[in-house]
């Protein structure tokens, strides 16, 4: 591409994010939402928002996460179009899709087969109004990954199938797997252990490809963030910790540091979390490493990811003030994904009677200045 012509539409496409910025709800419209006390109360509310053409009554209250995600995919597809190169979105693409494919593996083991209301793969915008939604395949390390499940599964199955002395057709593994639990397997926590270790090292890939040091140091204190939470719960729960060094940390170095926490588990605590994991190498930010271990102990809970991703949405939060370019976009996806993380929270809580004390705890800062109530 012309470098003037790639150089235009950064400026175009970061004049049109400048403008769906001010768009972004603000603590003190969730604030208001918390207080509603009825359904036609939130209704009002959102309609007083950018929200206002999606829920025009209160049964669509009821659909509020299509509905939400609508809104979502929406927005990601508008600024994609236009943008010069599309590596920044596949990461906020990647994360919805990630979660779809682990509903439609379990599924599928489980014998219920796929829902189809469950999401869309990666959404590629045709570039026609109107016209239907283009899907494609993921990339390769998922591919992969879903092969290394269809296998593990074949090998679980046979074991569990197989008399002494008696070996079962690879060709015939029988299906579905009617209780993943059954005789110490759990196919379900298996198939979570193996997407997530892909997606992870799918994060870290697309580290190595940006060139905005900001962003990068965003994907790593989210993919460190996002691991550590899976090994400590584990240790928390007592699951063995063999899966997760067979099916987690398949396809990760042999000096990761996901190696070196689960070798040194028995060390993890306090400030020394990951200085052995680390070795003489770059520690994380000092900061960061201080909010993951002050919320972790003695278990990973909704505090835990409270905290990463209030850090995570503070640290992005300055490129607010870069006038162009790649950081601009990516911090406002940031934001748009916390805007509708809290829409999703509340109204689904209201729908479900669930009490305010409990939502506002689980509230993420917004992009924009929070103002206290």
Request: glycine share 6%.
């Amino acid at each position: 591409m012309d470098k003037s012509i790639y150089q235009n539409n950064w400026y175009y496409i970061s004049g049109r994010v400048n403008i769906l910025e001010g768009h972004l709800l603000n603590g003190v419209f969730f604030d208001k939402l918390l207080s509603c006390n009825s359904l036609h109360d939130i209704l009002v509310a959102l309609n007083t928002s950018p929200l206002k053409a999606y829920f025009t009554q209160v049964k669509h209250l009821y659909e509020f996460e299509k509905l939400l995600n609508d809104y979502y995919f929406h927005h990601i597809r508008e600024i994609q179009s236009y943008s010069p190169d599309t590596i920044i979105y596949d990461f906020f693409l990647i994360k919805s899709d990630i979660c779809n494919l682990k509903k439609n593996v379990k599924a599928v083991l489980s014998g219920k087969g796929i829902d189809k209301n469950t999401g869309r793969m990666v959404v590629k915008d045709n570039g026609e109004d109107g016209g239907e939604e283009q899907t494609t395949s993921l990339p390769e390390i998922f591919n992969a990954s879903l092969s290394f499940i269809k296998h593990t599964v074949l090998q679980l199955t046979q074991k569990r199938d197989t008399s002494p002395g008696i070996m079962q057709n690879e060709e015939s593994p029988k299906f579905p797997i009617e209780n993943g639990r059954q005789k110490g397997f759990n196919i379900p926590y298996i198939v979570d252990l193996i997407l997530d270790g892909a997606y992870l090292r799918y994060i870290e890939d697309i580290c190595k490809k940006i060139k905005s040091e900001i962003i990068r140091k965003y994907l790593t204190m989210y993919y460190v963030s996002k691991g550590f939470a899976i090994i400590q719960r584990a240790i928390a729960l007592k699951h063995d910790m063999n899966l997760l060094q067979q099916y987690f940390l398949a396809g990760f170095d042999n000096n990761h540091i996901f190696r070196k926490l689960i070798i040194n588990k028995e060390g993890i605590s306090g400030n020394t979390l990951f200085a052995g994991a680390y070795g003489n190498t770059t520690l994380p930010d000092p900061n960061f490493i201080q909010t993951l271990v002050s919320n972790v102990f003695p278990k990973i809970s909704f505090q835990y990811e409270v905290a990463a991703d209030n850090y995570l949405i503070e640290l992005i939060r300055p490129v607010k003030y870069i006038p162009f370019g790649q950081e601009r976009i990516f911090g406002y996806l940031c934001g748009l994904t916390t805007e509708v993380f809290n829409l999703k929270l509340i109204i689904g809580g209201k729908i479900n009677s669930i009490e305010n004390t409990f939502l506002k705890e689980r509230l993420r800062k917004t992009y924009t200045e929070h103002s206290a109530a």
